[in-house]
């Protein structure tokens, strides 16, 4: 009888009875706005899977994040605003990281968790900035702000470049199933940031199909201003996500993890276009309503009550204090966080106090502050979103102590991010021991002589027009560790222009090799366009080995220029590659 009795006791111990710490799945869209779901209203397209994370969750009513897409996934990795941690820019360094933030998926692992990211990164490639230096496990994806082709491309796998395998959203839920199923027996955190609906404006055909002649019955509260193709092609790429969303969802299910797993959806931005937004004013880049309001979805059955609607207001900087507290998390060695802990709201406990914050926004040279009532915009209007949450009448006259209250703190707010985010003087570093791969794309080089960039948004542009031995591409760079690398570089050129030497040189350091293999190439990503993109085409790049060079550690231009040309032109030229052969 006293064995049984301790035998019961020991079984019903807390500490053998407590349940493993939840997964974590954290799905972010990009260029999709709060009103590109059915569950918003927008009869125009259907998407039920995401709307089921409301009906069997939370959703918010009011959730902001930045006006474009590097700066909110700075401020979600680490809850704080974005201006804190060097985030400026979408392209060329500016979206970089700073290396002294602590990134939600630092915490995680700390914790244990197994960490994988699978898509859209934008805040810096180059190790330590890369994924894989920034707490992620694994990642499957690209780092830049855009990508050029959306059909199997060119991607990379922890900093090696690799093929993908069908249309990319569909490539990296593929990839974040895996890695559920991989790490089904631990806790996992999985983010899954989709690089659609940005453009190219590309879909599969089924998604496609059903739009191409739909009749679309909601639009943007300024229908002349909407781009047809755009527009549907956007809503196609919508209820693509939400298939997806679909597959990771019943993959839970499957594995049983359904019960042990929160699962949160939100979007980066407001909409890339014009089209259905529920009358709100402003759309991607504006830090009106519009620009800055996204969905925030969240479901963790049997914690969460089913069908909450929460109407504190929230931002992306809440996210880490809040994941962090429904997981059971410490925040070790994150600094001084300005987003809020919103888990006793989630949970249906008082958020009163969270209701009467203050909620920043800034881009640039523009920024707006939201209150549960007003919003202050840029130019000093003062519109109150109760009774006119399209912000059409300026209210600033009547209400002109809430106006001049609210343009005080906000001007506050902007001097202390400039302040903040001070003069970048970071060069790219490569190099670094912690990963054996670098990549240095022709998105972060300046081009010098006649040498061209294929389009004036960098982030998946080449170069071109190389025609004479005064030309060169340039790095800053800052080498980590030196040592010995094997230099590869990614390019295309005509059989006609095959023999140029080319040169690349790090300081003292020189290495010389010819091109002597044509590799020929159409522009590539027209054929698979539903609508007319402003972002460059890609080509079909293929790899050429240059040899080895010896790299000294420290600050340094890295360059690229021809000796000889015996043809019109050396190549063109998309990225090159270092690949740690020893350490010294």
């Not at 690799?162 to 955190?189: C, H, L, Q, W, Y």
Request: charged share 25%; with cysteine.
């Amino acid at each position: 009888m006293i064995f049984r009795l301790l035998a019961a006791t020991l079984l019903l111990s807390p500490v053998l009875l407590q349940a493993r710490q939840p997964n974590v799945v954290v799905i972010l869209t990009d260029d999709q706005g709060w009103g590109d779901l059915s569950h918003s209203g927008n009869t125009n397209l259907s998407t039920p899977s995401i709307d089921s994370l409301a009906e069997e969750g939370a959703s918010f009513d009011r959730f902001y994040v930045c006006p474009v897409c590097s700066p909110t996934r700075a401020e979600f990795l680490t809850g704080r605003y974005h201006q804190r941690g060097g985030v400026y820019s979408t392209s060329a360094g500016g979206e970089r990281l700073d290396l002294d933030e602590t990134t939600i998926a630092d915490t995680f692992k700390k914790a244990g968790y197994a960490t994988a990211a699978f898509g859209k990164w934008h805040n810096g490639m180059q190790y330590p900035y890369h994924p894989n230096g920034r707490g992620f496990d694994e990642f499957y994806g690209f780092c830049s702000g855009h990508w050029g082709d959306y059909f199997s491309p060119m991607l990379e796998h922890n900093g090696e470049i690799v093929s993908g395998k069908g249309f990319v959203v569909d490539d990296f839920t593929s990839r974040a199933i895996d890695f559920m199923e991989e790490n089904r027996d631990k806790p996992f955190f999985v983010y899954l940031p989709y690089n659609t609906p940005h453009s190219p404006m590309q879909v599969p055909d089924d998604n496609w199909d059903r739009f191409k002649d739909k009749e679309l019955t909601m639009h943007h509260r300024e229908p002349e201003r909407e781009e047809d193709l755009h527009l549907r092609c956007a809503l196609a790429m919508c209820e693509n996500i939400d298939w997806n969303v679909g597959r990771v969802l019943a993959k839970l299910d499957k594995l049983d993890l359904r019960d042990d797993t929160i699962v949160i959806y939100f979007c980066d931005n407001g909409p890339n276009g014009y089209r259905w937004n529920g009358g709100m004013k402003g759309r991607k880049g504006s830090t009106d309503e519009g620009g800055v309001r996204s969905p925030l979805l969240i479901r963790w059955p049997g914690k969460i009550e089913a069908g909450k609607e929460i109407r504190t207001p929230g931002t992306a900087v809440d996210l880490l204090p809040t994941l962090a507290e429904m997981a059971d998390v410490p925040l070790i060695g994150a600094k001084d966080l300005d987003g809020e802990n919103l888990a006793s709201v989630i949970f249906g406990n008082d958020g009163k106090a969270l209701e009467k914050r203050k909620i920043y926004s800034g881009w640039k040279t523009k920024s707006s502050v939201r209150t549960p009532r007003f919003r202050l915009d840029y130019e000093g209007q003062l519109f109150d979103m109760q009774s006119d949450p399209g912000q059409h009448t300026n209210v600033a006259a009547e209400h002109s102590e809430e106006a001049a209250e609210l343009s005080q703190a906000l001007e506050s707010w902007r001097k202390e991010m400039i302040d903040e985010l001070g003069e970048d003087t970071r060069p790219f570093v490569i190099a670094d021991p912690g990963m054996d791969w670098t990549q240095i794309p022709a998105r972060d080089g300046i081009p010098h002589g006649g040498i061209e960039r294929s389009n004036k948004f960098p982030n998946d542009s080449f170069f071109t027009n190389w025609t004479s031995t005064e030309d060169a591409i340039a790095w800053d760079v800052e080498v980590a560790e030196g040592g010995e690398f094997e230099a590869s570089i990614y390019y295309t050129c005509d059989a006609s222009n095959v023999g140029s030497t080319i040169e690349l040189s790090c300081g003292d350091a020189v290495l010389s090799g010819g091109i002597t293999q044509a590799v020929e190439s159409e522009l590539v990503g027209a054929e698979d366009d539903r609508s007319p993109r402003a972002e460059s085409y890609t080509q079909n790049w293929e790899p050429m080995t240059l040899g080895t060079i010896k790299l000294e550690a420290g600050k340094s231009i890295l360059q690229l220029k021809a000796t000889e040309i015996p043809g019109d032109e050396v190549m063109d030229f998309r990225l090159l590659l270092l690949k740690r052969v020893s350490s010294f």
